[in-house]
């Protein structure tokens, strides 16, 4: 039998505030555990927390990004459960009421577009960490992250592929970063999300039975464990067995989901309005000013790169999934402003050699650095060859290529009367070749041009070697 997966996923995006949603504590990621906790993070009797507004401003921002309806009326709400991170026996989220609502996102995967909705962006606080290390009996609590400030954006169950999950994940994590609400860093927990999974018979219209994949935070651990999930519910499912709902996590180290809880409903957390906060209370006009204050978004800009540009949808998309890199190209153009060229080499050098988009601030070679060796080979100076070579030698140095190149002596050879004695050294070194180049064998033309560079140390400007070992083997 057939099988198809129908998935949601639950995006949990961490504020870009400097203080916490309830209390001015540090949001700073990295220090020392309970350093930044405060009796309020420490859910001490009779505190009271107050709502940070730019916690407000940035979930509105964000849900206007994703094409929601902000709700003027919003509710916090206490979702109860026990864990030894949450001191006080609650967390504060939004549950009947929340921020917005009814939301979507275009995708792309496999080349085709897809509208995926979005259910709801909603406001709450994080928990804290608990830490299992250095002790195999211990486990010790960091509240430094209780109450950091938290989005949680709720898509519809309208992803059916692994591809459609990431490239949802993918774009959801650019907007968030362009606007400037969620550093997208995925490997510290700012951004990381639960996956809801089922399958069911390919055709039937009743959904299966899903599972809940817990705190995934990378996109390649996305497509493993929903790829792993998949496998698990049609083998079951296959052998005549139910699918349990359950919350499970995923082992990065195995490629395996394995069971954490029963998956718990909503009653089980006992939701109700938060009596220590008020309702949260935002007029049209406030909001109408965030939309026409959102700057420019990757699907917006990729389009202005195709017209104003003239590159490839497949640049400009590469080129603006990161805000960082767009704006190292659009940088580079105002010093040489040669849009494809300008793409080639961020595309397939300057990306080579960082880790993670946000890298791209703090690269060695700036764009005016990487125009100024691209005017080099423009005015022959270097040759596009001896420029990879430059470039690799500014990344590890951060030297300018103007530098590099005089330091070692490598300026192209684009004089005419050298480059032809050179051209005339090599054919009467080699006269049985050119003898048969003039024969016939038009491929020896490839075998000079290697030997005149050589000859050069690959100074020699290619151009002029292929159209003087032409005329010079003619007059032989």
Same mark, same amino acid.
């Given at each position: ?121 909603h406001i709450e606080e994080d928990a804290g960490k608990l830490i299992h290390e250095n002790s195999k009996n211990l486990s010790y609590v960091d509240l430094n992250r209780a109450g950091v400030p938290l989005i949680e954006i709720v898509s519809e169950p309208e992803i059916s592929t692994l591809d ?7 774009? #959801? ?52 464990? #929903? ?109 040489f402003n040669k849009p494809k060229v300008v793409s080639n080499w961020i595309m397939n050098e300057v990306l080579r050699e960082i880790k993670s988009d946000e890298e791209i601030t703090s690269f060695k070679v700036s764009p005016q650095n990487l125009s100024e060796l691209l005017n080099l080979v ?99």
């Amino acid at each position: 039998m057939e099988y198809e997966p129908t998935i949601g996923l639950e995006v949990h995006a961490q504020l870009l505030t400097h203080s916490k949603i309830f209390c001015s504590c540090s949001t700073r990621f990295g220090a020392k555990p309970n350093s930044q906790v405060c009796p309020i993070c420490l859910g001490m009797p009779g505190v009271l927390p107050v709502l940070n507004e730019k916690v407000l401003e940035y979930a509105v921002r964000a849900a206007a990004a994703a094409n929601c309806k902000v709700s003027n009326r919003s509710r916090f709400a206490r979702k109860n459960y026990f864990y030894p991170d949450l001191p006080k026996g609650y967390q504060i989220s939004q549950y009947e009421e929340p921020l917005s609502t009814k939301g979507w996102l275009e995708i792309e995967s496999n080349g085709s577009k897809k509208r995926i909705g979005i259910t709801r962006i909603h406001i709450e606080e994080d928990a804290g960490k608990l830490i299992h290390e250095n002790s195999k009996n211990l486990s010790y609590v960091d509240l430094n992250r209780a109450g950091v400030p938290l989005i949680e954006i709720v898509s519809e169950p309208e992803i059916s592929t692994l591809d459609e999950a990431v490239s949802y994940m993918k774009k #959801l994590r650019s907007i968030l970063m362009y606007l400037g609400v969620c550093d997208g860093n995925m490997e510290e927990g700012s951004l990381r999300c639960d996956a809801n999974i089922s399958v069911r018979p390919k055709g039937d219209d009743e959904l299966g039975t899903k599972s809940e994949i817990k705190n995934i935070n990378s996109f390649k651990f996305i497509y493993k464990a #929903l790829e792993y999930e998949i496998k698990r519910h049609i083998m079951l499912l296959e052998n005549g067995e139910k699918v349990i709902q359950e919350t499970r996590l995923f082992d990065s180290n195995r490629n395996v989901t394995f069971s954490m809880r029963s998956k718990e409903e909503a009653q089980d957390y006992r939701y109700f309005p938060d009596p220590d906060l008020l309702p949260v209370l935002v007029e049209d006009e406030w909001i109408e000013m965030i939309e026409k204050s959102l700057p420019e978004l990757p699907d917006e800009r990729r389009d202005r790169f195709v017209k104003g540009y003239e590159i490839p949808a497949y640049d400009a998309g590469v080129l603006t999934a990161s805000k960082e890199i767009a704006d190292y190209f659009e940088d580079s153009l105002k010093y040489f402003n040669k849009p494809k060229v300008v793409s080639n080499w961020i595309m397939n050098e300057v990306l080579r050699e960082i880790k993670s988009d946000e890298e791209i601030t703090s690269f060695k070679v700036s764009p005016q650095n990487l125009s100024e060796l691209l005017n080099l080979v423009e005015d022959g100076t270097i040759s596009g060859k001896i420029a990879k070579d430059v470039f690799s030698e500014m990344v590890l140095s951060g030297k300018r290529a103007n530098e590099i190149v005089s330091e070692k002596g490598i300026k192209q050879i684009s004089d005419h009367s050298e480059i032809e004695e050179i051209v005339r050294e090599v054919i009467e070194r080699n006269p049985n070749e050119a003898s048969r180049y003039m024969a016939g064998e038009q491929k020896l033309l490839g075998f000079f041009i290697g030997q005149v560079m050589k000859a050069s140390k690959g100074k020699a400007n290619p151009k002029l070697v292929n159209e003087t070992l032409k005329k010079k083997l003619l007059e032989r």
